[in-house]
C-alpha cells in the first residue's frame, strides 16, 4: 500500500522536526511527503529542506479544505493521510494498515489522535479518532475549517487503521490559543451563515470558545447544537453534550446541569458522559449518585480522555469522602490515584494532620 503524507503549514519551525522526524522513522519516504507552505515567515521551510523535503508554495484563503485539497493533488499516489507539523506519528502497524485498506479500498480511514492539553499547570491526554486517510479520488475536503474529509457520492463508510498520533498543538500560551481560537471562530461564523442548520458548526463553535477557557460564551453554541436534529451515533454528539456540562459545571449552573441525566440511556457507556455526571452529582450534593458515577467509570475501558476511567475518578472517590468526614477512605482512594498531583496534595494535608 503506497500512500503520501500531506501537510499544509505556516511558522511551524518548533515542531515541524518531530513530526518529519517520526515519518523518517516509520518509513515513509520523502517523496512521498507533500508539504504545503502558506506564507511562513520562520525557519519553518529550511527545517523541511533540512529533511530533503521542499515545500510547495500556496497563497492563504482562509480556507483550510481548499489547501488540504491542493496538498492532495500534488500527491505522489491517490491515497492521501493528512498529518499537521504540530503532530507526529507513535505507531503504526504497516502490515496490518495494509491489509485493511486493501480489503476496504473506498473507505475513509480513522486514526487515533492524542492531544496533549495543559490545565492549571496539569497535563493531560484526550484521545479521540479522526478521520485521515482517503483515496482523493472517491472523496476530498469540506467546509473552510474544521474541515472534514467527504466523498464525492453517498454515505461515507470507515474503517479504524492501525495508526496513532500525538497532538502537541493545545500546548501554547493564552495568547497564541485564543489568537488561534478567534481566527477559527471568525471562519466557522462564515460556515454558518451558509449552512445555519448544521449542528456540527455550533459544536466547533462552542469548542473554540471552551479552548479559550471562556465557558460562558461557549454555553449557547451547545445549547443549540443540542436543539437541533442530531445522530447520537456520531462521536462529536456526545461531546457536544460533555462539553455543554463542562460550560453548566464551569458557570456555576449545577442546577440545570442535573438535565443532563436525561440523555443517560444513551451515552451511559461513554465514560467521559459518566463521570461529568458524578461531578454534576457531587456539585449538588447528590453524594451516592456520584460515588455510582465514580465506581462506574473504574470498571469502564478508558476512552478519549486518559484519567476519568482511573486516577480522576479515585481522585474524585476521596474527595466524596473527605467531605463526608470519612478521612481513612478519603487517604485510601487518593492512594489508589497514583502521582496526581491533586490527590497528592490532599494526601500531604491529610497525613499531616
Request: charge should be negative.
Given at each position: 500500500m503506497d500512500f503520501s503524507v500531506c501537510m499544509i503549514m505556516k511558522n511551524e519551525e518548533n515542531v515541524?522536526?518531530?513530526?518529519?522526524?517520526?515519518?523518517?522513522?516509520?518509513?515513509?519516504?520523502?517523496?512521498?511527503?507533500?508539504?504545503?507552505?502558506?506564507?511562513?515567515t520562520d525557519s519553518s521551510v529550511e527545517v523541511a529542506k533540512s529533511?530533503?523535503?521542499?515545500?510547495?508554495?500556496?497563497?492563504?484563503?482562509?480556507?483550510?479544505?481548499?489547501?488540504?485539497?491542493?496538498?492532495?493533488?500534488?500527491?505522489?499516489?491517490?491515497?492521501?493521510?493528512?498529518?499537521?507539523?504540530?503532530?507526529?506519528?507513535?505507531?503504526?502497524?504497516?502490515?496490518?494498515?495494509?491489509?485493511?485498506?486493501?480489503?476496504?479500498?473506498?473507505?475513509?480511514?480513522?486514526?487515533i489522535c492524542h492531544n496533549i492539553i495543559m490545565a492549571d499547570g496539569i497535563e493531560s491526554i484526550q484521545s479521540s479518532p479522526l478521520e485521515r486517510f482517503y483515496n482523493r479520488t472517491s472523496a476530498h475536503y469540506e467546509h473552510s475549517v474544521h474541515e472534514q474529509i467527504t466523498p464525492f457520492s453517498g454515505r461515507p463508510s470507515y474503517i479504524?487503521?492501525?495508526?496513532?498520533?500525538?497532538?502537541?498543538?493545545?500546548?501554547?500560551?493564552?495568547?497564541?490559543?485564543?489568537?488561534?481560537?478567534?481566527?477559527?471562530?471568525?471562519?466557522?461564523?462564515?460556515?454558518?451563515?451558509?449552512?445555519?442548520?448544521?449542528?456540527?458548526?455550533?459544536f466547533q463553535l462552542g469548542q473554540s470558545y471552551l479552548l479559550m477557557r471562556d465557558e460562558r460564551s461557549a454555553l449557547p453554541w451547545f445549547e443549540q447544537g443540542l436543539n437541533l436534529e442530531l445522530d447520537p451515533s456520531i462521536e462529536y454528539v456526545n461531546m457536544m453534550v460533555t462539553g455543554y456540562g463542562q460550560c453548566l459545571i464551569a458557570c456555576g449552573e449545577n442546577a440545570k446541569a442535573l438535565e443532563l441525566s436525561k440523555y443517560m440511556d444513551i451515552f451511559g457507556t461513554v465514560p467521559e458522559y459518566v463521570f461529568m455526571m458524578g461531578t454534576i452529582y457531587m456539585n449538588n450534593q447528590l453524594y451516592g449518585d456520584a460515588c455510582s458515577c465514580f465506581v462506574k467509570c473504574l470498571s469502564m475501558k478508558e476512552n478519549r480522555t486518559k484519567g476519568i476511567t482511573s486516577f480522576f475518578a479515585f481522585h474524585n472517590l476521596g474527595a466524596i469522602s473527605e467531605l463526608l468526614g470519612d478521612k481513612a477512605i478519603a487517604i485510601d482512594f487518593y492512594k489508589r490515584a497514583g502521582d496526581y498531583p491533586r490527590s497528592q496534595a490532599r494526601l500531604k494535608a491529610l497525613t499531616e494532620e
Open positions: 515541524l522536526g518531530k513530526c518529519l522526524s517520526s515519518l523518517k522513522d516509520f518509513n515513509i519516504p520523502t517523496s512521498n511527503i507533500i508539504i504545503v507552505d502558506t506564507g511562513s529533511f530533503g523535503i521542499t515545500p510547495y508554495d500556496h497563497k492563504w484563503n482562509n480556507d483550510f479544505s481548499e489547501a488540504r485539497n491542493h496538498a492532495a493533488s500534488l500527491a505522489p499516489t491517490d491515497y492521501v493521510l493528512t498529518l499537521d507539523a504540530d503532530e507526529y506519528i507513535t505507531a503504526f502497524n504497516k502490515d496490518s494498515f495494509d491489509e485493511m485498506v486493501n480489503a476496504s479500498p473506498s473507505s475513509i480511514g480513522q486514526i479504524r487503521l492501525p495508526l496513532e498520533i500525538t497532538h502537541t498543538g493545545y500546548c501554547l500560551s493564552p495568547e497564541k490559543l485564543e489568537a488561534k481560537s478567534r481566527r477559527n471562530i471568525e471562519l466557522l461564523k462564515k460556515e454558518l451563515s451558509i449552512n445555519p442548520k448544521d449542528p456540527y458548526i455550533f
